[in-house]
């Protein structure tokens, strides 16, 4: 029942968000029902029994279809993630206005229960559903209040995760009919034996939706001008949370399912991931705009995780579950910087910034520390993942970590500078006048900073947690 109750509340909620015409109350309200999910999921890591923790009832009987859900490690860790990040972002951005403040809460709150679903789904059709619901909200979100240039960009968005989805839909169909027990349920799914050419058809109709959500190289195009354009709220729901998706698909979804395909077409995936975490990185060494910076980042970092998953060693797959919820703490953190400095000066730009430090001293120092754990300090949360993914990617093939290694040199060259122009030397007429960021603020991100210290040092409660799930993985390799 559990399970159940982390999609429920927040699309029970988010309905409700709608009715609620006063912004104050509104945000009460989508702040409460992440706090009720958040304590929710903390609840899940206590049972290891299947009692609370799955839920099953007929949903499309004559299609074999069933709302089935249940939680495993993986399972536990992303909607732990999940939980943690609304209350975060709701806290983070308590004072900025929006119009019709009900309904962009309300399709924050759809946003979570679509979210929740994915990962906890074990029907592929269900599946499928929660896939769009969780999109959906975040088009309409971005388009309403999204930047400038916000209609030609999510118009982009909408094309690429439209026709990812469509084709994941025709391999879905496909896959049914060639289940002979004529069921979407997930044990169904792993039984069957598909012989090598449908294999590789229907991996690549797969891979497709699940490599635009992620995104890999060269299905990433859409990523960084959706983050530039889309309220900040949420760019952090998309870049840390909603890019799991694609990881997480992968792992439940294409390679149990497609091991003979996985193996044949790994060096492909790898080259194409390793490309892009090269290629995102020199982009992102270039840009003036923090959002852009970031999101560039946040390729390259996926582009890490996706390389690790297809290589198929213990090691590194260790270290993509670990990463999947570090990431999102830390890149959920640097949003959160620039929505505070965007608010407070009007610009994103780092050419317009400067010696922030001198006049918002907690800010530079909390900005600081999450900036290092996303380039993997030792002692932070990005460092265990990191290493454990090179580690695997190093026993798949020496080259693909040697070229992947650049990325580290390249993302301390792009965040320092960060940092340098941003919070020190002069400061400029624009941010003469700064003034340090407030207690909630300082509340949120030192929430962050110990997670990011906590996870650095002792990373074992999420690699317990995610144990059964890598070795189940790693098998399908062998």
Avoid at 183 to 207: C, E, V
Avoid at 217 to 245: C, N, R
Avoid at 339 to 350: A, P, S
């Amino acid at each position: 029942m559990l399970a159940l109750l982390l999609i429920l509340i927040p699309l029970v909620t988010g309905v409700a968000a709608f009715f609620i015409k006063n912004e104050k109350v509104v945000k009460s309200w989508a702040l409460l029902s992440a706090v009720v999910a958040l304590g929710i999921s903390l609840a899940t890591l206590y049972y290891t029994d299947t009692t609370h923790l799955t839920f099953t009832k007929e949903w499309l009987p004559d299609l074999g279809s069933s709302f089935s859900v249940g939680l495993d490690g993986m399972g536990k860790m992303l909607t732990l993630l999940t939980a943690i990040a609304f209350p975060i972002i709701f806290i983070s951005t308590k004072h900025s206005t929006y119009k019709d403040a009900n309904q962009f809460y309300g399709l924050m709150l759809l946003s979570q229960a679509g979210l929740m679903g994915v990962f906890l789904s074990t029907d592929l059709l269900l599946f499928y559903f929660f896939w769009e619901l969780a999109l959906v909200p975040a088009y309409f979100l971005c388009s309403k209040w999204g930047g400038e240039k916000r209609i030609s960009v999510t118009f982009k968005f909408f094309i690429y995760t439209f026709l990812g989805s469509l084709i994941m839909l025709i391999g879905i169909l496909y896959l049914y009919i060639l289940n002979p027990e004529k069921s979407f349920a997930l044990q169904s799914i792993y039984k069957m034996t598909l012989n090598n050419r449908a294999q590789d058809i229907l991996f690549w109709m797969f891979f497709l939706a699940f490599a635009i959500k992620m995104p890999i190289f060269p299905f990433h195009t859409w990523q960084p001008d959706t983050y530039e354009q889309s309220p900040t709220a949420t760019t952090m729901v998309l870049s840390g949370i909603m890019v799991k998706m694609g990881l997480f698909a992968v792992v439940r979804w294409l390679l149990p399912v497609f091991p003979h395909a996985a193996r044949g077409f790994d060096n492909i995936i790898i080259g194409l991931s390793v490309t892009g975490m090269i290629y995102a990185s020199c982009i992102a060494i270039v840009q003036d705009d923090l959002k852009r910076l970031v999101a560039y980042s946040s390729i390259a970092h996926i582009g890490l995780m996706s390389a690790a998953l297809f290589a198929g060693k213990a090691n590194g797959v260790q270290g993509v579950m670990v990463q999947m919820f570090n990431h999102g703490i830390n890149i959920i953190g640097l949003w959160i910087v620039i929505e505070l400095t965007e608010r407070q000066f009007g610009t994103r730009k780092m050419s317009e910034l400067g010696g922030l430090a001198q006049k918002a001293p907690a800010l530079a120092i909390l900005l600081v520390i999450v900036a290092l754990a996303n380039v993997a300090l030792p002692l932070t949360n990005g460092f265990v993942g990191e290493f454990l993914m090179f580690t695997g990617l190093y026993q798949f093939n020496v080259w693909y970590t040697v070229v992947a290694g650049l990325s580290i040199i390249l993302a301390a060259i792009y965040t320092l500078n960060m940092i340098q122009k941003v919070f020190y030397g002069n400061t400029n007429a624009l941010t003469e006048q700064a003034v340090d960021i407030r207690l909630n603020e300082k509340l949120v991100l030192s929430v962050l900073v110990i997670l990011i210290f906590a996870m650095g040092v002792y990373p074992k409660p999420i690699i317990e947690l995610t144990q059964a799930s890598v070795n189940s993985l790693v098998s399908v390799f062998k």
